[in-house]
T-cell receptor, first 112, second 115 residues
């Protein structure tokens, strides 16, 4: 079946790197996404990676994909207090059904 | 460029009533998606519309329905409201994609509360 798992909480100090991990079960996933949700707000698309890629870097964000282990990670360099939010991992399977399967989200707390 | 806009921001209803939620996609996007974010259940896919037609549907009862208008905006209708329908309803839009998945961009949601 389709399932995405994430750890629920992560706490880091300001200036450190944060690494948020995600595992998924659908081996036919074509795209994997990271979204950010701040309190009371909708979801902001941070970045996404196609399943034939191993890594994608975008400014402070680095996404690593281990397709063999079905493991996805998001690294935030030089984490700031404004990065405090819930981060969601999502996958979409093969074909064109457009249905995103979501993890429950990782709540990132950045301490000054 | 305006993002995905949803209205109303909050909606309070009682059991048995009907609710209508609205969504305007990003200009140029023809696909619209609806998701439910309920406490303890995470985000669940509801519906996908493209070019005015329902393309895919999540595991929700028929009292959840919607439509997409010629200008690509969309409505989600929930009939016979139940307490467990209380949730944040998120709308997203994307480019058509010509058969490939496209990143979905979200609005800020409508918070539906059932009393």
């Amino acid at each position: 079946g389709e399932d995405v798992e994430q750890s629920l909480f992560l706490s880091v100090r300001e200036g450190d790197s944060s690494v948020i991990n995600c595992t998924y079960t659908d081996s036919s996933s074509t795209y994997l996404y990271w979204y950010k949700q701040e309190p009371g707000a909708g979801l902001q698309l941070l970045t996404y990676i196609f399943s034939n890629m191993d890594m994608k870097q975008d400014q402070r964000l680095t996404v690593l994909l281990n397709k063999k282990d079905k493991h996805l990670s998001l690294r935030i360099a030089d984490t700031q207090t404004g990065d405090s939010a819930i981060y969601f991992c999502a996958e979409t399977g093969a074909g064109n059904n457009r249905k995103l399967i979501w993890g429950l989200g990782t709540s990132l707390a950045v301490n000054p | 460029e305006a993002g995905v806009t949803q209205s109303p921001t909050h909606l309070i209803k009682t059991r048995g009533q009907q609710a209508t939620l609205r969504c305007s996609p990003i200009s140029g996007h023809t696909s619209v998606y609806w998701y439910q974010q309920a406490l303890g259940l995470g985000l669940q896919f509801l519906l996908w519309y493209d070019e005015g037609e329902e393309r895919n549907r999540g595991n929700f009862p028929p009292r959840f329905s919607g439509r997409q208008f010629p200008n690509y905006s969309s409505e989600l209708n929930v009939n016979a409201l139940e307490l467990e329908d209380s949730a944040l309803y998120l709308c997203a839009s994307s480019l058509a994609g010509q058969g490939r998945n496209q990143p979905q961009h979200f609005g800020d949601g409508t918070r539906l509360s059932i009393l």
